[in-house]
């Protein structure tokens, strides 16, 4: 398997609303497999990672697919769109 990179890599929200970034298909096809469920847009972010990987298609068509099912389960961090800093959510609550 190639580790085929992305031209722009995709982040994703985890965990207490920390961003992970995927630089590769493979980086994506791992989070998809370790995503807990079984959905349509899951199942085919899993199949067009696959096809990449074995050189079906290339690897911005498997990003555009797992940005689809990132999207929909409301994980993608957009472009522009930043963490909010620990320190500054905790100032706003004193």
């Given at each position: 398997?190639?580790a085929q990179s992305f031209e722009k890599p995709i982040?994703?929200?985890?965990?207490?609303?920390?961003?992970?970034?995927?630089?590769?298909?493979?980086?994506?096809?791992?989070?998809?497999?370790?995503?807990?469920?079984?959905?349509?847009?899951?199942?085919?972010?899993?199949?067009?990672?696959?096809a990449a990987l074995s050189g079906d298609i290339d690897?911005?068509?498997?990003?555009?697919?797992?940005?689809?099912?990132?999207?929909?389960?409301?994980?993608?961090?957009?472009?522009?769109?930043?963490?909010?800093?620990?320190?500054?959510?905790?100032?706003?609550?004193?």
């Open positions: 398997m190639l982040r994703v929200w985890v965990g207490l609303g920390l961003p992970r970034q995927l630089n590769t298909v493979v980086d994506a096809f791992q989070f998809a497999m370790e995503w807990c469920g079984n959905s349509p847009e899951q199942r085919a972010a899993i199949r067009a990672c696959k690897a911005e068509t498997a990003r555009g697919v797992f940005a689809a099912f990132a999207r929909k389960k409301d994980i993608l961090v957009e472009d522009g769109e930043m963490p909010l800093e620990i320190a500054g959510s905790r100032s706003a609550h004193a």
